[in-house]
């Protein structure tokens, strides 16, 4: 039994506005990422906290719109986030709510805590406040005078109020952001922290006056004031575990990580670890950020409409092929768009056509052969062995909350399964050969390993893969060391599985058609919220990729692959290699920028990817015919792109 512990929290959700795509995603990643830890460290050494943030005047007006009282309100859109998160079948070991009494007494202790070693402190501010975003504005902040979001001109409030001295902490967090290069991650957003507290760092103002705003925690040293949003929404993380003396605190607490969006990365990497720091304690391991899922060009949140709403997405598709999609198509730290027709293209080229048609096809044939029983035949061990390396591979990319890249490992085994199978062709051979014996037992083998890997991702789906495939208890707790063990841990037993149902039906794509033409959303997809951000979050930025093309234009452009039969410097240029190239039966010169990165002694007999049909371009005098392609990170390392297996040269790409 392993000591390690994970802790895992997303945002508290605001209940001014119900559940949308953007408060699935980030449960939804929390949630797969807190069933991956318990199949690595065991259920009780993981905890995942999601919740509900109850306070402030934006939820006051939104109450009283509808004629409720603030804590009615709040408790019927915080049902419907509970309600929501369980039909999308999320199991988070506790959901908070601010309003709660220990998370009050938590907030008013943790106060007391930093006034008495005094960094909070009385004093007056003035500024140019806007009501609808319950913030205040600095000059540069205002366009013409008047509020960005609201365009109203702000009034200029003077009031007496309490600050924390988060300014003295500043070369403290440097220092530890320094030290710990994953504290904020990825790196982008590290650096972007960093690049914002090289300008000195403002105290934070920490209260409004009740007499203007009476939906808060009252501060315990002078309750003419409640505490204002921060100051009572982080510190749910630790009201949550018990702190100061729960158990759970001091289990859970140093193995603390966040999820976030990027649009409270500040409050998440500036307030919260200066806060603690005042307070006594240890910041968090890590803080995860993830980017903006967009809606028709335009960024998917309150501010600005456009919403998604899970559940009408799950009931139309299904729970686990909703969850699959934002899973594999958001890469982590990076903003993607939301369409409709690419969650069907999805469901239908990976989970009905890849995975379903690979289980039906090895249990209809067990079926067939042998009465649904299948026993241990040694013979192909390359698959299982294939199968446990990606257990490490998939662990790897989950470290780096690489959700994307671990379902792609997933999907890479699920490639080389199908091609197994369409190498041997055990829908050819005689069942009474050992071979064909040898091949549905590796197929079947290596399908129960791809369930256990993705029982995090699709767990429903999983669970019933594994049922099918003869594992009794599925719903035990099961282990990846155990229910994925080295091919020398396979003992000699027998399997039963069952008939084979199917996991995923197509989606016609007549049915699918009016969704592909634009406005891709239905009716039921539209606007139903709309706020402005608060202080502290940011709107965000706007698209990361070229113009749309049709796919009429894409054809135009001939890539094919080519082998490289030789390569050489070109005198007097740093960064040019000279290729010769082969395309089926034809050879040609290249010339192409990547020498930094790929020395002329590395390029012969590799394959690549060459737009064929490119106007020739002379450069230092030697005539291109073609250009090979390779992919840049933001970093900027460049890899050349191949194809994934052997292939002719001269095929053509599409
Ligand atoms: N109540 C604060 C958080 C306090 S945490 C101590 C808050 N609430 S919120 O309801 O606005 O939720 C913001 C979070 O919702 C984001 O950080 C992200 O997790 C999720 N998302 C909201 N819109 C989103 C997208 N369009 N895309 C991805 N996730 C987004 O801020």
Request: aromatic share 10%; charged share 25%; net charge neutral.
């Amino acid at each position: 039994m392993s000591n390690e512990t994970f802790y895992l929290t997303t945002p508290i959700y605001y209940v001014n506005a119900t559940p949308h795509l953007g408060h699935a995603y980030t449960t939804i990643l929390a949630d797969t990422m807190a069933r991956f830890q318990k199949l690595r460290l065991g259920p009780e050494q993981v905890y995942f906290l999601t919740g509900t943030d109850e306070h402030g005047d934006k939820i006051v007006q939104a109450a009283a719109q509808g004629g409720e009282s603030p804590q009615a309100y709040a408790d019927r859109i915080s049902g419907i986030f509970q309600e929501t998160w369980k039909r999308l079948g999320l199991a988070p070991n506790q959901f908070i709510r601010t309003t709660s009494e220990p998370h009050k007494r938590a907030v008013q202790r943790f106060l007391q805590q930093i006034y008495d070693a005094g960094d909070i402190y009385f004093g007056e501010y003035g500024g140019h406040y806007c009501f609808g975003c319950e913030r205040f504005y600095t000059e540069k902040e205002l366009q013409d005078g008047q509020c960005p979001d609201h365009q109203t001109v702000p009034a200029f409030i003077k009031e007496q109020n309490y600050f924390f001295r988060m300014g003295k902490y500043q070369e403290w967090l440097i220092d530890h952001i320094h030290r710990h290069p994953d504290f904020i991650r990825p790196e982008r957003f590290r650096n972007e922290v960093l690049s914002f507290l090289k300008e000195p760092l403002e105290d934070l103002c920490i209260s409004r006056p009740s007499a203007r705003l009476t939906w808060g925690i009252p501060l315990p040293f002078d309750d003419r004031y409640v505490t204002y949003v921060w100051f009572d929404a982080l510190i749910n993380y630790i009201s949550a575990l018990g702190w100061p003396d729960g158990d759970a605190f001091r289990l859970f607490w140093p193995a603390a990580q966040h999820l976030i969006a990027k649009d409270i990365l500040k409050p998440h990497a500036i307030y919260w670890p200066t806060m603690l720091k005042a307070a006594g304690l240890p910041p968090y391991r890590h803080l995860n950020v993830h980017g903006y899922w967009k809606v028709e060009e335009a960024k998917m949140s309150k501010s600005r409409g456009s919403v998604v709403r899970p559940l009408d997405l799950a009931d139309k598709y299904g729970v686990d092929a909703f969850r699959y999609f934002v899973l594999r198509e958001m890469t982590f730290g990076l903003d993607a768009g939301f369409s409709e027709d690419a969650l069907v293209a999805r469901l239908n080229a990976d989970l009905a056509n890849d995975l379903g048609n690979l289980y039906s096809r090895v249990l209809k044939l067990i079926q067939r052969y042998y009465d649904g029983r299948i026993t241990y035949t040694p013979g192909d061990e390359g698959l299982a062995d294939a199968a446990h390396a990606a257990v490490a591979d998939v662990t790897a990319a989950m470290e780096r909350f690489a959700f994307s890249e671990a379902l792609s490992t997933i999907w890479n085994l699920v490639s080389s399964t199908n091609k197994y199978l369409v190498t041997n062709e055990p829908w050819k051979r005689d069942p009474g050969d050992p071979r064909t014996k040898a091949v549905l037992f590796t197929a079947a083998e290596t399908l129960r390993m791809i369930a256990t890997l993705l029982l995090p991702f699709l767990p429903q789906t999983a669970d019933r893969m594994l049922r099918g495939l003869g594992v009794t208890e599925p719903t035990t707790p099961l282990r990846f060391e155990t229910a994925c063990p080295s091919p020398s841990r396979i003992e000699a037993q027998e399997w039963r599985v069952q008939e084979a149902q199917s996991l995923f039906p197509r989606i016609q794509t007549t049915a699918a058609k009016p969704l592909l033409r634009k406005p891709p959303l239905t009716p039921a997809l539209s606007p139903t919220i709309s706020s402005p951000p608060r202080e502290g979050e940011d709107a965000g930025e706007g698209g990361e990729y070229a113009e749309q093309i049709t796919i009429e234009e894409f054809r135009r452009v001939d890539l094919r692959v080519a082998e490289v039969i030789e390569a050489a410097a070109i005198p007097g240029s740093k960064k040019l290699v000279k290729l010769r190239v082969r395309l089926k039966d034809e050879e040609r010169t290249v010339v192409a920028g990547l020498k930094v990165h790929y020395p002329p002694e590395s390029w012969p007999g590799k394959r690549i990817i060459l737009a064929a049909n490119l106007k020739p371009a002379s450069l230092m005098g030697i005539t291109s015919q073609g250009m090979v392609l390779a992919a840049e990170d933001e970093a900027g390392r460049i890899v050349l792109l191949t194809p994934e297996a052997p292939i002719d040269s001269g095929s053509k790409v599409r």
